[in-house]
């Protein structure tokens, strides 16, 4: 499910909503799990927590960059800055499992977002497979595929 753009006083939301057939608790371990993390996020760590604690995003190149957590509910909410902008998780239990959302907010739409969106929704992808049990085929062919579909999508975002 493509994520939805909706214009906010901070500038831009992108909104992915997902439906897995997990529980809450196995959804948020895939979040804030150091050692289930690196499985659908290679870059990303937890280093504490809690609100006010911090994530860790390895650039790869010897560099670190501390991302801080603004909320965190366990089971419930993550949301932590991601560069100038900021992602917030939100799960909630369904009857048949758990509904997780990604919001991005975004300040300012540029040429690298629909990478941005394309990455963030092939991750919720790998996600739902690693929950499935399943392996996730050509991580990288997923990702060019989604990204001309957000291409096309921040456009048109752009021109309405």
């Given at each position: 499910?493509?994520?939805?753009?909706?214009?906010?006083?901070?500038?831009?939301?992108?909104?992915?909503?997902?439906?897995?057939?997990?529980?809450?608790e196995?959804?948020?371990?895939?979040?804030?799990?150091?050692?289930?993390?690196?499985?659908?996020?290679?870059?990303?760590?937890?280093?504490?927590?809690?609100?006010?604690?911090?994530?860790?995003?390895?650039?790869q190149?010897?560099?670190?960059?501390?991302?801080?957590?603004?909320?965190?509910?366990?089971?419930?909410?993550?949301?932590?800055?991601?560069?100038?902008?900021?992602?917030?998780?939100e799960?909630?239990?369904?009857?048949?499992?758990?509904?997780?959302?990604?919001?991005?907010?975004?300040?300012?739409?540029t040429?690298?977002?629909?990478?941005?969106?394309?990455?963030?929704?092939?991750?919720?992808?790998?996600?739902?497979?690693?929950?499935?049990?399943?392996?996730?085929?050509?991580?990288?062919?997923?990702?060019?595929?989604?990204y001309?579909?957000?291409?096309?999508?921040?456009?048109?975002?752009?021109?309405?």
């Amino acid at each position: 499910m493509t994520a939805k753009l909706k214009r906010v006083p901070e500038g831009t939301t992108a909104t992915f909503e997902r439906h897995y057939k997990h529980s809450v608790e196995k959804v948020w371990a895939y979040l804030t799990d150091n050692d289930l993390l690196p499985e659908w996020f290679s870059e990303l760590r937890v280093k504490e927590l809690r609100t006010g604690g911090s994530m860790v995003f390895d650039m790869q190149d010897g560099n670190l960059i501390e991302m801080r957590i603004s909320e965190c509910k366990p089971a419930s909410v993550l949301e932590y800055s991601w560069g100038e902008d900021k992602v917030r998780f939100e799960l909630a239990a369904e009857p048949e499992g758990c509904r997780l959302l990604l919001i991005e907010t975004i300040g300012t739409l540029t040429d690298h977002t629909p990478k941005d969106l394309a990455g963030w929704h092939v991750c919720l992808d790998v996600i739902e497979a690693l929950l499935d049990g399943v392996v996730f085929q050509d991580r990288k062919r997923a990702w060019e595929q989604q990204y001309e579909t957000y291409i096309a999508l921040v456009e048109g975002y752009r021109q309405s």
